[in-house]
């Protein structure tokens, strides 16, 4: 099942040429993954893909109700000493929009199945004893000849007055909001003609154990070759790593993420995606627990920009410590 970035790559294009349905997950430094032949028919790795699931219904006694959830955040100053070792990548011109993430430790009375069970999100998938993912965001999806990416950048809290007008004026989330539109597009490019923007920061509601949240969206789209199937993970790798969990330009920004957060991410913000034999529909590993033995660590982050604010962005990444439901 588990297998090197080359392997999957490869497997991906013998199924896409032959219509063959897989789920597959790649971690963020490309170095190994995930790929399942037939995975409906499955149930080591538990997955739900816009509806389409190899999971039992939960049990009947699982319902959102009473649980303890309780994150133990690192300390604004520890969030500080990364941040600003990425703003003097900034300066230095060596990125202009760089993600950053935080690890934050969690207890809560729910198993990460209950989780995967209970939670409402448009991707979910769960790896036994190693992580869950509830991610709202879609990476790219490939069908009937194209090719369609959502970069998800902007969040915030919906209860706050004039939120939506707040999200959408503001000037840093605006600048990151059109750096990442423009690295995807050209991301795009690069595997796809005549691509375009369908839509642009348009607005989602998300659901929270916390409280509701707004995310920031945009549609983007190109035209793909008429042999794309046989080149699937050909295709599909030219994109990785997905350019909103990292930032632009990407070489740079990566070896400055490697700098400020000192160790790998893994699987979270990678990606992973289920191939039904004629449609791929993938997304971005974020809204992710892992687990370290006994120990349950939640990871977010967000992009940080040269007109970013320490303490709004560390305070973003902890709003996104949640349960979605």
């Given at each position: 099942m588990f297998f090197n970035c080359d392997e999957i790559k490869k497997r991906m294009n013998k199924a896409g040429k032959a219509r063959s349905p897989f789920l597959f997950a790649v971690d963020f430094e490309m170095r190994e993954g995930f790929f399942i032949t037939d995975p409906l028919s499955q149930r080591e790795v538990l997955f739900d893909v816009k509806g389409i699931s190899n999971s039992s219904p939960p049990p009947p006694y699982l319902h959102p109700g009473n649980y303890l959830f309780e994150a133990f955040p690192e300390d604004y100053q520890s969030y500080l000493r990364r941040f600003n070792i990425v703003m003097e990548g900034l300066r230095r011109g060596d990125s202009y929009l760089a993600n950053l993430t935080i690890k934050t430790p969690l207890h809560t009375s729910l198993s990460l199945e209950e989780i995967f069970h209970l939670s409402m999100a448009t991707y979910k998938l769960y790896l036994p004893g190693k992580w869950i993912c509830f991610s709202p965001e879609c990476f790219v999806r490939i069908?009937?000849?194209?090719?369609s990416t959502y970069p998800m950048k902007g969040t915030i809290d919906a209860r706050?007055?004039?939120?939506?007008?707040?999200?959408?004026?503001?000037?840093?989330?605006?600048?990151?909001?059109?750096t990442i539109v423009d690295l995807l597009r050209n991301d795009l490019s690069r595997i796809a003609t005549s691509v375009k923007v369908n839509r642009f920061r348009y607005i989602?509601?998300?659901?929270?154990?916390?409280?509701?949240?707004?995310?920031?969206?945009?549609?983007?789209?190109?035209?793909?070759?008429?042999?794309?199937?046989?080149?699937?993970g050909t295709l599909f790798f030219e994109l990785l790593p997905a350019g909103s969990v990292s930032g632009a330009p990407k070489e740079a920004t990566l070896r400055l993420i490697r700098e400020a957060e000192k160790e790998p991410r893994g699987f979270y913000t990678g990606v992973a995606g289920y191939f039904d034999g004629k449609v791929l529909e993938s997304f971005v590993l974020i809204r992710f627990i892992g687990q370290?033995?006994?120990?349950?660590?939640?990871?977010?982050?967000?992009?940080?920009?040269?007109?970013?604010?320490s303490r709004k962005e560390y305070d973003e990444a902890i709003q996104k410590v949640y349960l979605p439901f």
């Open positions: 069908a009937q000849g194209k090719i706050r007055s004039n939120a939506r007008e707040t999200i959408l004026n503001d000037p840093k989330e605006t600048a990151e909001h059109n989602d509601e998300l659901k929270t154990n916390r409280g509701p949240i707004l995310q920031v969206s945009s549609e983007i789209e190109g035209i793909l070759e008429e042999n794309y199937l046989d080149n699937l370290q033995g006994s120990q349950l660590f939640f990871r977010s982050g967000g992009g940080i920009t040269a007109n970013s604010n």
